[in-house]
């Protein structure tokens, strides 16, 4: 039996309809148990700051904790050498919600402020990927028919029964970064910053951008 072997590629253009912000938490302190004691009061201080803008406590949810050791280098009689420092705590997180530039103008506003002193980005990204990947698959598929059927008729033959359907369901990256890491300098953000952070946020995210392939084999006769 002959075959042909073609690969489609579907792509769409998606518009995020939630707003993702990723917060990170790092402090350094001499002793383990202390590190492991301040990262849960942190913690539990940023949750209650976002539970008055709307969220449950559940909403605050993390990516990756870790408490690993600090040392610093210094000189000493022409030699450089290290000297422990003590225990860093590193706890990434994320808070999603439905787009909305009044609240999270609010919502930045207050974690600029706030005694915890996070580190956040703010990405967009859709609720339900699931029908997108979907309707992936079948673009890919389309685009795989159509790529063999021309070559099939380039060679003077035509498409049979299809024999196989590879996917390999790879990572498809559902989020777009508008908007750079803000950090606070010295607890306070610049002027201008700050002003943004008290009003709404002016903020139209890019459509996201996705693709996906499909392998098809056919049958050529």
Known sequence: MRTIKVTGKGNLSVRPDTTRITLSLERTYKEYKEALEHSAKDTELLGELLAGYGFER????TLSFNVDTEYESYREDDVYKQRFIGYKYTHMMKVEFPSDNERLGKVLYALANSPVDPQFQISYTVKDPEPVKNELLGKAVADAKIKAGVLAQAAGLSLGEIQNID?????????VRPVDRMVRANGMLGARM???MAYDMNIEPDDIE????????????
């Not at 559940?58 to 949810?61: C, E, F, G, I, S």
């Not at 390999?168 to 559902?174: E, K, M, V």
């Not at 996906?212 to 006769?221: F, G, H, P, R």
């Open 194 to 196: 700050e002003k943004a």
């Open 167 to 175: 996917y390999s369901w790879g990572r498809i990256d559902f989020e």
């Open 58 to 61: 559940t909403d605050l949810k």
């Open 210 to 221: 996705v693709s996906d392939t499909v392998t098809v084999l056919w049958e050529i006769l």
